[in-house]
Antibody
Framework: QVQLVQSGAEVKKPGASVKVSCKAS????????MHWVRQAPGQAIEWVGI????????TYAQKLQGRVTMTRDTSTSTVYMEVSSLRSEDTAVYYC???????????WGQGTMVIVSS | QSALTQPASVSGSPGQSITISCTGT?????????VSWYQQHPGKAPKLIIY???NRPSGVSNRFSGSKSGNTASLTISGLLAEDEADYYC??????????FGGGTKLTVL
């Protein structure tokens, strides 16, 4: 079946970096965009960015520009999101989600909790 | 890019209909037919219920419907069920080639 499986929870200190993976299966990896969104505890969903697995092009939310990098490995159907210079405000559940167009995130990963704490 | 504006909460009784609004600008909601709606139960990942303003994915109840007028999109849930109690989020593609979400609406089924 179609699914996205993310890597496990992370605890990081302020200023460190974190890299979260999202492995896709059950569909043609390069035929769908992959988005990353995050949700801080008790807060709304926030869009982080998008990667086109076909060519690797990316677009990031202005708020995280310069601190977030998205990459993909087509040989393993996996996308990665790295956030650097972590701050306490980056504490959130991070989700990957695919879309066929630029809207309609139809399949979601299970979420990865990232805690930033000294 | 500011978040789309949704009411913080709405409520309704079983069997009733409710509507959740999602207000953006001429650079996002008003500019494209790329508005989606998501349902999120506590501790769960969001679930897509509407895409392309008014399209339902396969398997989503026809009690959920979407529409748009100008810079405001709307989600209507008819025949409310207890299981509809959840948080609802709208999203839109923007002229900056990004995506913006709304602040979320908590639906309470009385």
């Amino acid at each position: 079946q179609v699914q996205l499986v993310q890597s496990g929870a992370e605890v990081k200190k302020p200023g460190a970096s974190v890299k979260v993976s999202c492995k896709a299966s059950g569909y043609t990896f390069t035929s769908y965009y992959m988005h990353w969104v995050r949700q801080a505890p008790g807060q709304a969903i926030e869009w982080v960015g998008i990667i086109n697995p076909s060519g690797g092009s990316t677009t990031y939310a202005q708020k995280l520009q310069g601190r977030v990098t998205m990459t993909r490995d087509t040989s393993t159907s996996t996308v990665y999101m790295e956030v650097s210079s972590l701050r306490s405000e980056d504490t959130a559940v991070y989700y990957c989600a695919r879309s066929e167009r630029v809207d309609g995130f139809d399949i979601w990963g299970q979420g990865t909790m990232v805690i930033v704490s000294s | 890019q500011s978040a789309l504006t949704q009411p913080a909460s709405v409520s309704g009784s079983p069997g009733q209909s409710i509507t959740i609004s999602c207000t953006g600008t001429s650079s996002d909601v008003g500019a494209y037919k790329y508005v989606s709606w998501y349902q999120q139960h506590p501790g769960k990942a969001p679930k897509l219920i509407i895409y392309g303003v008014s399209n339902r994915p396969s398997g989503v109840s026809n009690r959920f419907s979407g529409s748009k007028s100008g810079n405001t999109a709307s989600l209507t849930i008819s025949g409310l069920l207890a299981e509809d109690e959840a948080d609802y989020y709208c999203s839109s593609y923007t002229s900056s080639s990004t995506v913006v979400f709304g602040g979320g609406t908590k639906l309470t089924v009385l």
